[in-house]
């Protein structure tokens, strides 16, 4: 549910209003009238698609009720996808993964579920703080082709630990993901992007507690300003990345976990927030977990695409 859409203009935010959680916890529908992706075979090549950053990637996938659906995913290694684990709950294992910059009749590659981090989302429990899942593609992505100086490709040694950031955080990182509700007219799933301003870093805010945010292991980012064009955390945004971007290197600090209200909105969509509630990934716990799946040594080769 991590995407900003321009379907409307956002009310001012209320003062002291406390925050309501909105947003299916299954991704976004599939567009209606769109063709369903099909699984295609071979190597894909890391130029061979026009995209801001093709490290986001789109996860397609069928619900329980064999709905159509969209999350989104982060390339943290050649072959391994980190995304939300409330996108792999469903009753099948395999999944469809492309990082084109457009989802339909996009290049898709097939991938199995490694790991969640808590199963906790999945049997209907408290897992806020926990929501990350590990997916392996059946063929890894081709990084940079023909360079010898990149075999192994990973993000996990660019992840900083929580405390890095406790001194000065950042006024605004960056967001992406297809999110996309097939409700909505114009909803194609196009990966898109944002510069969003720090809510509430490490939910120390009272307001944000009050709603469930995991203090330290969770955090909230949104645009607020109505004279400008408004961020929105929409269903298939999920499990899209918030990271900052410093030279050529992609610094990943949080994936997206849902949406948040705060405030008055003039839009209708179920699925959408005016902001977006992030697993924080700079913690000792998660970083030994991916540790446990993605082999140390590899590099992100300073590439952002």
């Known amino acids: ?122 049997a209907g429990l408290s897992a806020s703080g926990d929501d990350l899942a590990l997916l392996r593609l059946t063929s890894p992505f081709v990084i940079e082709p023909g360079d010898p100086t990149c075999t192994t490709f990973d993000l996990i040694g660019n992840i900083r630990y929580a405390a890095a950031w406790y001194d000065s955080v950042p006024p605004s990182f960056r ?29 120390a805010s009272k307001v944000f507690q009050s709603a469930g945010c995991r203090r330290f292991k969770e955090f909230v980012l949104g645009n607020t300003a109505t004279q400008t064009r408004p961020f929105l955390a929409c269903g298939g945004d999920s499990g899209g990345p918030v990271y900052r971007v410093e030279g050529s290197h992609f610094v990943p600090v949080g994936v997206v976990s849902r949406s948040v209200v705060v405030g008055s909105r003039v839009f209708t969509a179920a699925a959408c927030g005016t902001a977006g509630v992030f697993t924080h990934l700079g913690r000792t716990e998660v970083i030994d977990w991916l540790r446990q799946f993605i082999k140390a040594g590899g590099r992100d080769c300073g590439v952002v695409k």
């Not at 509700?181 to 510069?195: K, P, T, Y």
């Open 1 to 122: 549910m991590q995407r900003f859409r321009l379907l409307c203009i956002l009310a001012a935010f209320l003062i002291g209003v406390t925050p309501a959680w909105a947003g299916p916890m299954d991704g976004g529908r599939w567009p209606d009238g769109s063709k369903l992706p099909e699984e295609s075979t071979g190597q894909e090549i890391w130029n061979g698609t026009p995209s801001s950053n093709q490290l986001i990637v789109g996860l397609y996938y069928k619900d329980r009720a064999g709905v159509p659906r969209i999350c989104s995913g982060l390339i943290v290694a050649g072959d391994f996808i980190l995304t939300a684990a409330h996108c792999t709950c469903q009753q099948e294992t395999r999944f469809l993964v492309t990082r084109s910059d457009h989802l339909d009749n996009a290049f898709w590659k097939s991938a199995n579920l490694v790991s969640r981090f808590s199963d906790n989302i999945c």
């Open 175 to 203: 967001a992406g993901g297809f999110g996309l509700n097939g409700d909505f007219q114009n909803s194609q799933g196009v990966r898109r992007e944002a510069s969003i301003s720090t809510l509430s870093f490490y939910c």
